[in-house]
């Protein structure tokens, strides 16, 4: 699978941000149809999106489309519209406020449906954010819910509402935090997604940090998030794409590393020992597995 670090999100109906963002740096654009369009805009949004996927090159991209909640109006517009007339093109839909299991049901079988009609030669994979106290209660439920889940999504804002959490931000997304709390705010609730995300071989991205102008919060937000076991982050802002790729991309140091994880495990391999051994200290294969991931996305960034 392509890396996600940097998810760029795009307003649908600001055509002129589309052609920069196809442009930019960023490893995923997401097209948005929900938080960022007014409720006036939602229908010239969803043709905007579709106009632009038809016709700006995304070859480069890895392409997603965040339609609305499906407890709106506009979710079921959203994604058969563009599934159905764009749906070569994108990679994925992001399905927000995801709480339950169905809510995926809806949406695989809808997209089968659209698939067929169109004789699809791929399939579009599922993202779903998990924005809720129910939503994260349900996570193993929705991992499973279909095969086209690639990935689950924190929803910062969303889920501090769901549990009535104190806002201590104008946006509501990972700024100021340590003025109230003393650690990660959001620990339990972003690596008990990850857990269910990686126990079912999906993607953790992690939520955006909202003031795009404090470079060394999204710093200090996006280590902890790669810590955790995050492959990615959302970004707001253009501006966030180099240090979220930064920050999630192999160091030198990692890469070298891993080469001697993977090369001593091929030679004990060989020799028939169960035991390894890097640098003087004993190696499992769950640090075999991680090296061999690693190497595997540098390869794919052209880093070896």
């Not at 442009?23 to 043709?47: F, I």
């Not at 109006?73 to 058969?80: I, Q, T, V």
């Not at 067929?116 to 924005?131: D, F, L, N, W, Y």
């Not at 492959?231 to 030198?252: C, L, M, R, Y």
């Amino acid at each position: 699978m392509k890396p996600r670090r940097s998810n760029l999100s795009v307003p649908g109906h600001m055509k002129k941000m589309h052609g920069k963002a196809s442009e930019s740096q960023a490893d995923v654009v997401m097209l948005d149809l929900e938080d960022s369009v007014p409720l006036d805009e939602k229908d010239h949004a969803r043709a905007q999106v579709i106009d632009s996927l038809l016709n700006l090159d995304w070859q480069k991209k890895t392409v997603t489309v965040r339609i609305n909640s499906l407890d709106t109006p506009f979710a079921y517009r959203d994604l058969l519209e563009v599934a159905e007339q764009a749906g070569g093109v994108i990679d994925a839909i992001v399905i927000p406020k995801v709480n339950h299991s169905a809510d995926l049901y809806f949406a695989d079988r809808m997209l089968n449906g659209i698939e067929m009609r169109t004789a699809a030669t791929r399939a579009v994979g599922i993202e779903a954010s998990i924005e809720t106290a129910e939503g994260l209660m349900r996570a193993a439920e929705i991992c499973q819910a279909s095969n086209r889940v690639v990935s689950l999504v924190f929803g910062i804002a969303d889920y501090s509402a769901s549990i009535g959490a104190r806002l201590v931000s104008i946006s509501g997304h990972g700024e100021k935090e340590e003025e109230l709390y003393p650690g990660h705010r959001w620990h339990f609730a972003l690596s008990n997604m990850v857990m269910h995300a990686k126990a079912h071989g999906q993607l953790a991205i992690d939520a955006p940090f909202g003031n795009f102008k404090d470079t060394e919060g999204l710093r200090r937000s996006a280590v902890m998030a790669s810590a955790l076991g995050c492959d990615g982050k959302w970004a707001i802002h253009p501006s966030q794409i180099e240090v979220i790729n930064e920050v999630f991309t192999p160091s030198a140091s990692d890469i070298a590393l891993a080469a001697k994880v993977i090369e001593a495990n091929a030679r004990a391999r060989s020799e028939g020992k169960g035991a390894i051994a890097v640098e003087g200290r004993m190696v499992d294969q769950a640090t075999v597995r991680m090296a061999t991931q690693l190497w595997q996305q540098a390869k794919y960034l052209q880093l070896i």
